[in-house]
C-alpha cells in the first residue's frame, strides 16, 4: 500500500481521527494506482506534525500534513497549471473552487491546502493531480 517509516497507524489514526485516516489510505491507494513516485514521511515543521509526499525527481506532486485532528492535502499550481484549473472550473466542487481562490499566490505558485474531512473532494483532488502531471502507470 504504501511506506510508514517511522509513523505507526495507530499514532496517525490517534493523531487525526479514523475518519480522516481512511481518507488519507483511500486517497494514497488512488495515487499510488497511477503514479510511480517517492512516497516520504517528513516531520511538519512548526504547523504540522507530519508530512507524507509524493514525489520524483526533486519535484512534488502533493503533500499530506497531519495534525491534531487535521488532514491537509496541499498542491502546488505553477502558472500553466492555474490555467488549466481555469478551463475545469465548472466541474469543480464549490469547497474545491472557493479553496483553491483563497490560496495565496507565491513566485514559485499557488500554493492550496485543502482541509480534508472525508472523501466528497477526492475525485476533485485527483482531477487537480491530472493536471499538475499526467499519470504515469498504466
Known amino acids: ?3 510508514m517509516e517511522n ?9 487525526v481521527g479514523i475518519d480522516k485516516a481512511n481518507v488519507f489510505y483511500d486517497i494514497v491507494s488512488e495515487i499510488t494506482k497511477r503514479y510511480d513516485m517517492e512516497q516520504i514521511w517528513n516531520n511538519g515543521g512548526k504547523k504540522w506534525t507530519y508530512e507524507y509526499k509524493f514525489r520524483k525527481s526533486e519535484k ?3 503533500a499530506f500534513y497531519f495534525k491534531e485532528s487535521t488532514l ?12 488549466k484549473v481555469e478551463e475545469i472550473r465548472n ?9 483553491y481562490d483563497n490560496a495565496q499566490i507565491f513566485h514559485d505558485g499557488k500554493w492550496v ?8 473532494i477526492t475525485e476533485d483532488l485527483m482531477r487537480l493531480l491530472f ?3 499526467k499519470p504515469n502507470r498504466k
Open 113 to 120: 491546502m485543502f482541509d480534508i474531512t472525508n472523501n466528497s
Open 91 to 99: 466541474e469543480l466542487s464549490s469547497d474545491v473552487l472557493e479553496t
Open 60 to 62: 512534488t506532486l502533493c
Open 1 to 3: 500500500m504504501y511506506i
Open 131 to 133: 493536471l499538475k502531471k
Open 72 to 83: 491537509g492535502f496541499m498542491i502546488i499550481f505553477g502558472k500553466n497549471e492555474r490555467a
Open 7 to 15: 509513523v505507526k497507524k495507530e499514532e496517525l489514526e490517534e493523531l
